[in-house]
């Protein structure tokens, strides 16, 4: 064979070998893509208890079938506690002037005679009261994982569904109201624009410690704090239809059914990803002013109050258990900073001081 044929022929054998070797590479690649869809689509949530699924694909809600005419409420509110038995009248009372209809709260081993402290409550059918200690699950490599928050959450929706139109899924520290430009509508009357939609999705005010250093003796909470951060605090809660409701996410994010999504005041259509999605994707668009509104429905968010209380709760720790353990360990030591941001970025905002009076008198009355 002549030398340049020899040449021409080599190069089609390189020729057609590099092609075949792309083509074996690509087939491969596409073998591992499938297998790995297939084991994060199909077995991994099959794990759920015994996995890490629940971070991806959160906490799976099974809806009960629901009766015609079923519903008791409208709204509702649902949260969990533990040791807040001091500071939930205040909380219950602001929320009944808000219209809602009634309470699910979770105890979450308590210590400070909270069923006690808010018989009232329970005797005149405002409040449930169902016990509900540390839940923990054992992942499949043996680790113990505590989940207590979604699986209350979980529970909560899947226990009440049919009892309620609307459920605000909140914390004892977060108050909801309408906002100064809803138009003197109520709670009631602004959720009724947002029916068509599976959830109302509320950013948070955040408050300060108003500069306490001890805690305000003979003071409700909504009187005693009054200044808040001007900066968005790109966190938020939802009021959910819970019977649209397909899964827990986290306290913050819920899945909704096929053919519904949840929006915020301005019907901005939130999606609500996973919470590990949170913090790659959403967060610079939730702080954005298209999204982070509060002019129709606020959400309070008193986290910090006095310096004396904020040590306080840190020893008794979180109830999520996705960042303190339930308790193990102290709360999250960067909120430590939030104390030093109060002075100057905070701005004064009075508009819970119409409640205070009101709130003051109802809890007069009620425990006459």
């Known amino acids: 064979m002549a030398s340049a044929e020899l040449s021409e022929w080599k190069m089609g054998r390189i020729g057609r ?32 208890p015994y996995g890490y699924a629940h971070y991806l694909f959160g906490v799976p809600v099974e809806l009960p079938e629901c009766k015609p005419n079923s519903e008791k409420y409208y709204l509702t509110i649902t949260t969990i506690v533990r040791n807040r038995a001091k500071y939930m009248p205040e909380w219950m009372e602001f929320h009944l002037l808000q219209g809602v209809e009634h309470v699910y709260l979770y105890d979450n081993n308590s210590t400070d ?39 209350f959450l979980k529970e909560t929706i899947e226990s009440h569904a049919c009892d309620t139109r609307w459920m605000a899924m909140l914390d004892s520290d977060e108050f909801i109201l309408p906002g100064t430009g809803s138009g003197n509508k109520g709670l009631r009357d602004i959720l009724k624009l947002y029916e068509t939609y599976s959830a109302l999705v509320m950013p948070w005010v955040y408050f ?7 805690t305000p003796q003979n003071k409700l909470i909504i009187e005693a704090y009054t200044r808040r951060w001007k900066i ?3 966190t938020w809660k939802q009021i959910i239809q819970p019977k649209r409701t397909n899964r827990v996410y986290s306290a913050h994010n819920f899945g909704s059914i096929s053919g519904y999504h949840a929006v915020n005041e301005n019907m901005i259509p939130f999606a609500n990803w996973p919470a590990m999605f949170n913090g790659l994707m959403t967060k610079k668009f939730y702080k954005s002013e298209n999204f982070y509104s509060y002019d129709v429905i606020r959400l309070h968010h008193y986290k910090l109050r006095s310096a004396e209380d904020w040590e306080r709760r840190k020893m008794i720790g979180e109830i999520s258990g996705t960042d303190t353990g339930l308790g193990k360990r102290a709360m999250k030591e960067h909120w430590d900073e939030f104390f030093m941001l109060d002075a100057v970025e905070s701005l004064t905002d009075n508009i819970m001081l119409e409640y205070v009076e009101p709130s003051k008198e109802n809890m007069r009355k009620r425990f006459l």
């Open 17 to 48: 070998y590099n092609k075949s070797w792309i083509m074996k590479a690509f087939l491969h690649i596409g073998i591992i893509f499938l297998l790995l869809n297939s084991f994060i689509f199909i077995v991994v949530p099959n794990l759920y």
């Open 232 to 234: 968005p605090k790109h």
């Open 113 to 151: 005679n909270l069923e006690e402290t808010l018989r009232p409550y329970i005797k005149a059918n405002l409040l449930t009261i169902k016990q509900f200690p540390k839940k923990v699950i054992t992942l499949f490599d043996g680790t113990e994982e505590i989940l207590t928050q979604k699986l």
């Open 208 to 214: 300060t410690s108003n500069g306490w250093t001890r």
